[in-house]
Structure formats: structure tokens, C-alpha cells
């Protein structure tokens, strides 16, 4: 069984604090369905500094990455995000496994 993982552009509310913090409070994420999910941020964790890799994904000095703990039907799950602040967009990196 091999893992595949996948990208996706998502709708982030965050709130930005005087320091430049950015903290992910909210997502909305378009599902297979073409149906809108939206999931509270229960907690998160920034992910540190320059040159971590995360997925595929390095983090960089206009890259900012986060691991978030949301809950999908009663199941907490961890979910990792990331924000290009060249691009201007919030994406959400999640494995997917292959049978």
C-alpha cells in the first residue's frame, strides 16, 4: 500500500495579530461532492522556520506551515496547512492511501 498525497487550495479564516502572527481558526474545504465543509480549528502548532519540509511542501521566508486538529464526524484528525504569502492562498496537505 502506498501513500499519495494531495493538495488542495482552501478558505482559511484566521485571525492576524500586531506581531504578524497569523492563527487559523476556521477552514472551508470543497469535498468530493462539490459540496462546502467547514471545520473549526480546535488547536494548532506553527511549524518552525526555514527549511523544514513538510510533505513535499519547504518552508521558507514567505511560506508558513501549521499542523491543526479539527473534528470530522466525532473523529479528531491533525491536518497540515500551509500559506504561500506569494501566491496569497491558504492549501491544505493531506495523505491519501492507495489500495
Same mark, same amino acid.
Given at each position: 500500500?502506498?501513500?499519495?498525497?494531495?493538495? /488542495?487550495?482552501?478558505?482559511?479564516?484566521? /485571525?492576524?495579530?500586531?506581531? +504578524?502572527?497569523?492563527?487559523?481558526?476556521?477552514?472551508?474545504?470543497?469535498?468530493?461532492?462539490? /459540496?462546502? /465543509?467547514? &471545520?473549526?480549528?480546535?488547536?494548532? #502548532?506553527?511549524?518552525? %522556520?526555514? %527549511? &523544514? =519540509?513538510?510533505? +513535499?511542501? #519547504?518552508? %521558507?521566508?514567505?511560506?508558513?506551515?501549521? =499542523?491543526?486538529?479539527?473534528?470530522?464526524? %466525532?473523529?479528531?484528525? #491533525?491536518?497540515?496547512?500551509?500559506?504561500?504569502?506569494?501566491?496569497?492562498?491558504?492549501?491544505?496537505? #493531506?495523505?491519501?492511501?492507495?489500495?
Amino acid at each position: 500500500m502506498e501513500d499519495r498525497v494531495e493538495d /488542495q487550495a482552501i478558505d482559511v479564516v484566521c /485571525q492576524h495579530l500586531r506581531d +504578524g502572527t497569523m492563527i487559523p481558526l476556521k477552514l472551508r474545504v470543497l469535498d468530493e461532492d462539490e /459540496q462546502y /465543509q467547514t &471545520y473549526a480549528v480546535r488547536a494548532y #502548532r506553527t511549524i518552525p %522556520g526555514d %527549511g &523544514y =519540509e513538510m510533505d +513535499g511542501v #519547504r518552508s %521558507g521566508s514567505h511560506i508558513w506551515m501549521y =499542523e491543526c486538529k479539527i473534528l470530522v464526524f %466525532g473523529h479528531e484528525r #491533525r491536518v497540515h496547512l500551509w500559506f504561500d504569502a506569494y501566491e496569497n492562498r491558504w492549501h491544505l496537505r #493531506r495523505r491519501l492511501e492507495l489500495t
